[in-house]
T-cell receptor
């Protein structure tokens, strides 16, 4: 099993450009999450998908959109990138929304917006 | 809302020293508690977890006990190695209400172990 995979690993954008971050998991998990990691702030939730066909906002959703394409894939889109979106983005998944379940993380996408 | 506070870092230790990284939390209900580790350039990996009060999570020589009375989940290791150098995150999952299984993270503690 590959677990959680993310593409690309690294991306440089200019202000105003758009891009989509891809995430896929092969563990048959129902719930998927997008986080951003900024220095000294831990990870903060952008969006999540409790199950296929549903998505909801997290703590910091402004400037982002998501699509749960199917059970495996959950993409994050930046429509008009801003320097404040320079960050490391992590996708995660787990079996369900239960608190006892472990979340599994992808390797991350490092994004630089100039 | 829920929150997690970790001790100020970074932490620098010599090999074989004792490690403690403090973590306290604020949450309603009965959250599960986690420690994740992030090695340089990599994603987060689960180190250990505890899902109810007084549970002890352990893995790779690390331990943490879920203390509801002090709302704490401190990470300890008796003898650290250079290979333990990483960033450590304390997190909670309070799946009640509308949070639907999201993790709330502390700010992370950078650990550097010297030979």
């Amino acid at each position: 099993n590959a677990g959680v995979t993310q593409t690309p690993k690294f991306q440089v954008l200019k202000t105003g450009q758009s891009m989509t971050l891809q995430c896929a998991q092969d563990m048959n998990h129902n719930s998927m999450y997008w986080y951003r990691q900024d220095p000294g702030m831990g990870l903060r939730l952008i969006y999540y998908s409790a199950s296929e066909g549903t998505t909801d906002k997290g703590e910091v959703p402004n400037g982002y959109n998501v699509s749960r394409l199917n059970k495996r894939e959950f993409s994050l889109r930046l429509e008009s990138a801003a320097p404040s979106q320079t960050s490391v983005y992590f996708c995660a998944s787990k079996t369900s929304g239960g608190a006892r379940e472990t979340q599994y993380f992808g390797p991350g996408t490092r994004l630089l917006v100039l | 809302g829920d929150s997690v506070t970790q001790m100020e870092g970074p932490v620098t230790l010599s090999e074989e020293a004792f490690l403690t990284i403090n973590c306290t939390y604020t949450a309603t209900g009965y959250p599960s508690l986690f420690w994740y580790v992030q090695y340089p350039g990599e994603g987060l990996q689960l180190l250990l977890k505890a899902t109810k009060a007084d549970d002890k999570g352990s893995n790779k020589g690390f331990e943490a006990t879920y203390r509801k009375e002090t709302t704490s989940f401190h990470l300890e290791k008796g003898s650290v190695q250079v290979s333990d150098s990483a960033v450590y995150f304390c997190a909670l999952d309070n799946a009640g209400g509308t949070s639907y299984g999201k993790l709330t993270f502390g700010q992370g503690t950078i650990l550097t172990v010297h030979p």
